[in-house]
């Protein structure tokens, strides 16, 4: 009897291991599944990020925009515009730095899906012909954003001390204290009710109906020598600078 118990003792203590030991089996394949799958995880979101930021900065840009037929007239007078290039600075202010919100990134990208829905929306179903650009011009208080001026002119106060008038207008604006009439209501300035026209240099003239071909080979002969003489007088006044140090 006693040998028995002892069999039954040991056989119950072989059975209990074995369990522990299936247990650990089981727990570590648990954890090598888990940490598998997170690193899948983590390998994928990167890639669907990477994929995400490379679209957004590949259609964020005047190249891509411009590859609509109704958007030419825009670039024409963007590309004749300080913020487009042209100027000593060479700096370039993409689309979507003006033309999308940046108070947030989630409101950027939503904002970024709904503006191409629509496009293509008008593009497809559309007649952008039909669209009356200058009339639209006047409603540039709704595609135009504060947060994309201010995500560039981030410090617009400092820059515009030595400038009183500048300085004033734009400490009235900040704190918000400037105020425009939009229609029968007041509202709080925005940058484009005073700067009607930044960004794209006589768009006015590039709208349908364009101007003849003469005329526009005209406009650029004429920003070509308003930059070289600005060009010239700046190279004079540090000429005239250099020669006074010696």
């Known amino acids: 009897m006693g040998n028995e118990k002892k069999e039954d003792s040991r056989l119950e203590e072989t059975h209990e291991e074995n369990g522990v ?8 394949k648990g954890l090598l ?3 598998s799958l997170l690193v899948i995880g983590i390998v994928v979101g990167l890639i669907i990020a990477y994929i995400v930021v490379y679209a957004v900065k590949l259609t964020g840009g005047a190249q891509f925009c411009k590859s609509c037929h109704p958007m030419q007239p825009m670039y024409k007078a963007y590309s004749k515009d300080v ?3 042209w100027g000593r600075s060479g700096f370039v202010a993409h689309c979507t730095e003006c033309h999308l919100p ?15 829905l629509h496009d293509f929306k008008v593009m497809v179903f559309g007649d952008p012909s039909k669209v009356n650009w200058h009339e639209k011009r006047e409603h540039r208080r709704h595609f135009v954003y504060d947060s994309g001026c201010l995500h560039c002119h981030e410090n617009l106060l400092a820059a515009t001390m030595k400038k009183k008038k500048a300085f004033i207008a734009h400490k009235a604006y900040f704190s918000g204290k400037l105020v425009v009439r939009i229609g029968h209501e007041k509202d709080k300035a925005r940058c484009v009710d005073c700067h009607k026209h930044v960004g794209h240099k006589d768009l006015g003239k590039y709208l349908p109906p364009p101007p003849p071909e003469e005329k526009l080979i005209e406009e650029s002969e004429k920003l070509i020598e308003e930059s070289i003489k600005e060009l010239e007088k700046e190279e004079k006044s540090e000429n005239k600078h250099n020669s006074g140090k010696h």
């Open 21 to 28: 030991t299936k247990e650990k089996k089981s727990g570590k």
């Open 33 to 35: 599944i888990g940490a």
């Open 102 to 116: 940046h108070d947030s990134t989630i409101g950027y990208l939503i904002k970024k899906v709904q503006v191409g």
């Open 83 to 85: 913020h487009g290039g």
